[in-house]
C-alpha cells in the first residue's frame, strides 16, 4: 500500500511530518548535536601549545569522540537548544483556535 501524497503547500501532519512528536524531537537533538560538535570543535582550535603525541589518527579519534559526547549532551537534552527548536516548531499551544480567540470553521 502506498502512502498518500498530500497537495502542494500543504501542512503535513504531525505523523506524516516524521512519526509525531518522536520525530520533531529527534530533529531537534539532532541540531543540537551539531551546535554541540562546533562548539567542542572550536574549543579543540583553541589549543595553547603543540600536541606531542599529535597525529591526523589521533585528530580523527578526538573528532569521533567529540561527535559521540555531542550526541551524548544532546540527548540529555541540558542545553536548552532541542526544546526551543521544538517549541518554534510546534507552535503555539492549542493551535490556531488560541491564536484567533475563537473556534476555526
Given at each position: 500500500?502506498?502512502?498518500?501524497?498530500?497537495?502542494?503547500?500543504?501542512?503535513?501532519?504531525?505523523?506524516?511530518?516524521?512519526g509525531?512528536?518522536?520525530?520533531?524531537?529527534?530533529?531537534?537533538e539532532?541540531?543540537?548535536?551539531?551546535?554541540?560538535?562546533?562548539?567542542?570543535?572550536?574549543?579543540?582550535?583553541?589549543?595553547?601549545?603543540?600536541?606531542?603525541?599529535?597525529?591526523s589518527a589521533?585528530?580523527?579519534?578526538?573528532?569521533?569522540?567529540?561527535?559521540?559526547?555531542?550526541?551524548?549532551?544532546?540527548?540529555?537534552r541540558?542545553f536548552?537548544?532541542?526544546?526551543?527548536?521544538?517549541r518554534?516548531?510546534?507552535?503555539?499551544?492549542g493551535?490556531?483556535?488560541?491564536?484567533?480567540?475563537?473556534?476555526?470553521?
Amino acid at each position: 500500500m502506498t502512502s498518500p501524497i498530500s497537495p502542494i503547500g500543504a501542512t503535513p501532519t504531525p505523523a506524516a511530518a516524521g512519526g509525531g512528536d518522536g520525530g520533531l524531537r529527534k530533529a531537534a537533538e539532532a541540531f543540537e548535536a551539531v551546535i554541540l560538535r562546533q562548539l567542542m570543535a572550536s574549543m579543540r582550535q583553541a589549543k595553547l601549545g603543540d600536541d606531542i603525541f599529535g597525529s591526523s589518527a589521533t585528530d580523527n579519534f578526538r573528532e569521533m569522540a567529540d561527535a559521540r559526547t555531542a550526541d551524548s549532551l544532546a540527548a540529555m537534552r541540558q542545553f536548552g537548544i532541542a526544546d526551543m527548536v521544538e517549541r518554534q516548531f510546534r507552535g503555539p499551544p492549542g493551535g490556531l483556535a488560541a491564536r484567533s480567540g475563537g473556534s476555526v470553521q
